[in-house]
């Protein structure tokens, strides 16, 4: 069992800037594939970005390309999502969710769905202001 735990959200002002960070439980945590996605309200999740377990590659929605950027620690068991150029439209509540099963998920392109996803966290909410 995996615990994942979100922490850094807050209000930002439009241009802003926020670092999300989610702190995962075990010793397997490096060997996950892991994905951030994110609720606003009346909206579906949707997938915001993923990172594979090394770290060498990434994938971003094309909402955020180019402003949000993901990373992570595996000494640390962590995995960062670092936003900036902050929209209105960014204000959802974020979740972090490893991939524990699969080691093709990414490599096969379905990092964008929700199933393929095992863990999820309790989410934390990012609020832009305009």
């Known amino acids: 069992q995996v615990q994942l735990v979100e922490s850094g959200g807050g209000l930002a002002q439009a241009g802003g800037s926020l670092r999300l960070s989610c702190l995962a439980s075990?010793?397997?945590?490096?060997?996950?594939?892991m994905g951030w996605f994110r609720q606003a309200p009346g909206k579906e999740r949707e997938f915001v970005g993923g990172?594979?377990?090394?770290?060498?590659?990434?994938y971003y929605a094309d909402a955020v390309k180019g402003r949000f950027t993901i990373s992570r620690d595996n000494a640390k068991n962590t995995v960062y999502l670092e936003m900036n150029s902050l929209k209105p439209e960014d204000t959802a509540v974020y979740y972090c969710?490893?991939?524990?099963?699969?080691?093709?998920?990414?490599?096969?392109?379905?990092?964008?769905?929700?199933?393929?996803?095992?863990?999820w966290g309790q989410g934390t909410q990012v609020t832009v202001s305009s």
């Open positions: 969710a490893a991939d524990a099963r699969s080691s093709s998920t990414f490599a096969e392109g379905r990092y964008y769905l929700e199933y393929e996803y095992d863990y």
């Open positions: 075990g010793s397997t945590f490096s060997r996950y594939n």
């Open positions: 990172i594979t377990w090394s770290g060498g590659a990434t």
